[in-house]
């Protein structure tokens, strides 16, 4: 079973999600948060495997419920999932680089947040890559200022991970790349992992940003 933190504001939205996880089969609820300190709380006691995660709450907000989650070493196994209305890409992309796994609209069909979920929970980062990059391209394209020289932390990527980041970074999965550069599936893991640790990236997702934030990708003109 996949237990599930479900944390918005609204009681409305988190009766219809727990309602949706309990008739799901392999989902559980592993508690309910109308606030980011509840979320960051009972994470911390039930030690979910995922936690939906709103972006507009009182007090404390998902995205800073989100950075306390993914930055606390005893949570490593806990995955965020942000529940969004794709309002603001601002907020959205902030939760990602937070430490966010994804994100999925408060619009969807119940099969799809279900689907979302047990995506996280695999560790299928990128729920939507070409969703997630269209999100990104708009963002930085207006936010992130020229430069020619690369940010330290590039310098410690090698010449093939930096081959590799710009490929994550177009929404191209660990099998994609391998194909691509001629190289095992595994060894295309393993790659992307380093590149993770190199970056103190938590989850691909973040490394979809700092291909962006870094150029090695590049917005698309408009």
Do not use: W
Not at 114 to 125: H, S, T
Not at 152 to 179: C, F, Q, W, Y
């Amino acid at each position: 079973m996949i237990s599930v933190l479900v944390a918005d504001d609204q009681a409305l939205i988190r009766s219809a999600i727990t309602d949706l996880i309990t008739h799901s089969g392999d989902l559980t609820v592993a508690g309910e948060a109308a606030d980011g300190h509840q979320a960051v709380s009972l994470a911390r006691e039930h030690r979910p495997d995922v936690v939906l995660m709103d972006i507009r709450m009182p007090g404390m907000d998902g995205i800073a419920a989100t950075r306390a989650i993914c930055s606390d070493p005893e949570l490593a196994t806990v995955r965020v999932l942000i529940l969004t209305t794709f309002e603001e890409d601002e907020y959205i992309v902030a939760a990602l680089r937070a430490g966010a796994s994804g994100f999925i609209g408060k619009g969807a069909e119940r099969d799809e947040i279900a689907a979302a979920i047990r995506a996280v929970d695999r560790g299928d980062a990128l729920l939507s890559p070409t969703a997630t990059r269209s999100l990104i391209d708009r963002y930085v394209h207006t936010s992130r200022p020229h430069t020619s020289e690369p940010p330290p932390e590039l310098h410690d990527l090698t010449e093939r991970e930096s081959e590799v980041l710009a490929l994550v970074g177009t929404g191209r999965s660990n099998n994609e790349i391998a194909d691509l550069l001629v190289i095992s599936p595994h060894t295309a893991k393993t790659h992307v992992n380093r590149i993770m640790t190199k970056l103190h990236a938590h989850d691909r997702a973040q490394l979809v940003i700092a291909a962006y934030e870094n150029g090695l990708v590049q917005p698309r003109e408009r």
